[in-house]
């Protein structure tokens, strides 16, 4: 599989709709706080989307 990409890299575009996950952010928070994805509840989370430029319909 790591000959389709050779710089180590795969995205796959998020809809333009929709906000975008502060990925380090999230990772970061968890390993601070001992939690996985699972333990956290939806404020948690909603924490980490930013819905700045997610574009209305």
Same mark, same amino acid.
């Given at each position: 599989?790591?000959?389709?990409?050779?710089?180590?890299?795969?995205? &796959?575009?998020?809809?333009?709709?929709?906000?975008? &996950?502060? &990925?380090?952010?999230?990772?970061?928070?968890? *390993?601070?706080?001992?939690?996985?994805?699972?333990?956290? #509840?939806? *404020?948690?989370?909603?924490?980490?989307?930013?819905? #700045?430029?997610?574009?209305?319909?």
């Amino acid at each position: 599989m790591d000959d389709f990409f050779e710089d180590g890299v795969f995205a &796959v575009p998020r809809d333009k709709y929709e906000p975008r &996950v502060k &990925v380090r952010a999230l990772y970061e928070y968890c *390993q601070t706080n001992n939690k996985t994805l699972q333990d956290l #509840s939806k *404020q948690e989370l909603g924490e980490f989307l930013d819905r #700045s430029d997610a574009q209305s319909e």
